[in-house]
């Protein structure tokens, strides 16, 4: 006890170097926390975003059909897909079905072509399972039985084309054989997801099958599930066993399989965030240091007055690491509760990216968007502060402790 009040009244005794020590603790730790919130809702966002305008949240493809998908062919494919959807409603974890077809296809506008990726989407089911239906920014969504197609307004943008506007969308049949459907724009999408934005064609699953020559089949199935993606295991597994009696064989793969790309540069992102953290450490440690050392130097007298009093070294070095424990505590408190602020600040309100929307940032995030709570970061980064600078003490607490009292008393 004696020693813990002793450190606690040094503290205060050089009380700029304190200050300056544990700001630099404190910012440390702020922007630890922050920087974690900051990757957790960008991440959220992206994966939310996908999963909503892209993937549903388990897909359905026939055998063999997934390592290929990158290449959009159009088989094999699911036959029957309307009735296989139809099946997996009635399960009692599903929210929604709803079959696609996905294709390669080019956008013709009377002037120039470009490559797209086509999506023949059942306007009746497909609103259970993905948000397309809420992005539409002109004109009206997709009725069925219609040759007209919903395109993003970036792809409107490139191809000078507006609601009303026809163009001819040019692709293979299952045959092999070339095939052109005119269009008809019937709106524009706005969507935070740029795979929606840029080079996509929706169109109407029975005008897309039609087109194709694939009849009443469909490359993916779409399911949402009553849990939500961030567990979608259970459904996953209802799902196999459910369909484990179906004649066709079928994939089953959930929304992770399809953001592979999407989760690799999250972890290449908190790969650096770690070296970051890193080095915020090593210069919170190096001024802890810093500030036990100069003790050290400038107390040589009461180091030798309390050791001819019959302190041991250890219990000088106790001393001296107590007063970088509490340097490493009270500079952590005040991080943790700038943290807790800002982290506050940016799950409640967020932040505004409007003046980023002409620009296409490559992934599938909401041009405003929130950081992630995250207390237990908060906690822990106190803590480890703390901790580190408790032990980071020990080298100048110990040289300071090995002083000799006679020569420290003369000095």
Not at 116 to 135: E, M, N, S, Y
């Amino acid at each position: 006890m004696f020693e813990f009040r002793l450190a606690v009244k040094n503290l205060w005794r050089h009380k700029r170097r304190t200050l300056l020590t544990v700001v630099v603790i404190a910012f440390g730790v702020m922007l630890h926390a922050t920087t974690d919130s900051l990757l957790a809702g960008f991440e959220e966002d992206s994966f939310r975003a996908m999963v909503r305008y892209e993937t549903g949240e388990v897909i359905l493809t026939a055998a063999g059909y997934w390592a290929d998908r990158k290449e959009l062919p159009k088989g094999p494919a699911i036959p029957e897909a309307g009735q296989v959807a139809a099946r997996v409603r009635r399960m009692t974890g599903v929210r929604g079905a709803t079959p696609q077809l996905v294709f390669a296809a080019a956008l013709n506008n009377g002037v120039e072509e470009l490559p797209v990726k086509a999506i023949g989407a059942d306007p009746r089911t497909d609103g259970d399972v993905l948000g397309l239906h809420q992005v539409v920014k002109a004109g009206r969504y997709l009725r069925p039985g219609r040759n007209e197609a919903l395109l993003g307004q970036d792809l409107t943008d490139l191809m000078d084309l507006k609601v009303g506007d026809t163009f001819t969308l040019v692709l293979r049949t299952k045959a092999s054989a070339f095939e052109a459907t005119d269009l008809t724009v019937a709106g524009l999408l706005k969507s935070p997801d740029p795979a929606v934005n840029d080079g996509t064609v929706y169109l109407p699953l029975d005008v897309a099958q039609g087109a194709t020559g694939l009849g009443t089949a469909a490359t993916h199935i779409l399911v949402a599930g009553q849990a939500g993606y961030r567990n979608v295991r259970p459904l996953r597994e209802e799902l196999r066993q459910g369909l484990s009696g179906l004649g066709p064989a079928l994939d089953l793969h959930t929304w992770e399989d399809a953001a592979a790309d999407l989760l690799a540069v999250s972890r290449s992102k908190r790969s650096f965030f770690s070296v970051t953290l890193g080095l915020i450490a090593v210069l919170a440690g190096l001024g802890v240091a810093n500030s036990i050392l100069l003790a050290g130097i400038e107390r040589t007298r009461e180091v030798g007055t309390l050791k001819a009093l019959g302190l041991t070294e250890g219990q000088v070095t106790r001393l001296f690491m107590l007063e970088g424990l509490g340097l490493g505590l009270f500079g952590g408190l005040l991080g943790a509760l700038a943290a807790t602020g800002t982290v506050a600040y940016l799950a409640l309100v967020g932040l505004d990216y409007s003046m980023f929307s002409g620009y296409n940032l490559g992934l599938p995030i909401e041009l405003a968007f929130r950081g992630a709570w995250n207390f237990p970061t908060i906690l822990s980064a106190w803590a480890t502060s703390a901790v580190f600078a408790f032990l980071v003490s020990y080298v100048p607490a110990r040289r300071a402790a090995r002083l000799d009292p006679a020569a420290a008393l003369h000095d």
